[in-house]
């Protein structure tokens, strides 16, 4: 079964402060990658997404993720957060099925 | 609709109980999902429907899951007989056919809270 881990599981940042989060997935083929986003109150909706072509890409509000084909890594960055950024970050990979496989999620708490 | 809608929004049960819980789908979208989010935990696969077929139930946890879905409409997952591991957010997902079918559109969830 695939997998995907999310190693940071609670971020606590102040304002302006870089952020990477970390995803690592398991499957060895061709594989779509997203990060989704689930600020309070509302529901998860789409970050960024990678499909092919160039491994950076570029996703709303700021954010990209870079995807490493020999780390199975598909790390998310932000150079600033924002207090609005606080939210739960989910990364999910889907490969040679129709079920995208979600990570445990990561909390991010940005402090004004 | 516009979005994803799912009900009820808050469920309060006693264990033993039945429960259903509907997801409406965005409007022509050909696939549904449905994911359950224990607290602190992530989101786990139940089942996925393309149409009215359940090409993949392999997340069902136990036999008192089910789930049917109307054309490529309503989906309604029954819990039999609940337990206090059933209390959770219950997550439904919809996506279309085509270059669109790997993003998935969430509804809001239906938090399940069994006594």
């Known amino acids: 079964a695939q997998s995907v881990s999310q190693h940071n599981h609670h971020v606590i940042l102040s304002e302006a402060a870089s952020l990477e989060l970390g995803c690592n997935y398991s499957?060895?083929?061709?594989?779509?990658l997203f990060w989704y986003v689930q600020y309070p109150g509302q529901h998860l909706q789409l970050l960024l997404k990678y499909f092919s072509g160039d491994p950076l890409v570029k996703g709303i509000k700021g954010f990209e993720a870079e995807f490493i084909k020999s780390k199975f890594s598909f790390n998310l960055r932000k150079p600033s957060v924002q207090w609005s950024d606080t939210a739960e970050y989910f990364c999910?990979?889907?490969?040679?099925?129709?079920?995208?496989?979600f990570g445990r999620g990561t909390s991010l708490i940005v402090h004004p | 609709g516009a979005g994803v809608s799912q009900s009820p929004s808050n469920k309060v049960t006693e264990k033993g109980k039945d429960v259903e819980l509907r997801c409406d789908p965005i409007s022509g979208h050909t696939a549904l999902y449905w994911y359950r989010q224990r607290l602190g935990q992530g989101l786990e696969f139940l089942i996925y429907?393309?149409?009215?077929?359940?090409?993949?139930k392999s997340g069902l946890p136990s036999d008192r899951f089910s789930a049917e879905r109307t054309g490529e409409s309503v989906s309604t997952l029954t819990i039999q007989r609940t337990q206090q591991e059933d209390s959770a957010v219950y997550l439904c997902a919809s996506s279309p056919q085509g270059a669109g079918a790997n993003v998935l559109t969430f509804g809001a969830g239906s938090r399940l809270t069994v006594l």
């Open positions: 429907f393309q149409g009215n077929s359940a090409p993949d």
């Open positions: 999910a990979s889907r490969g040679g099925s129709y079920i995208p496989t």
């Open positions: 499957y060895g083929g061709t594989v779509n």
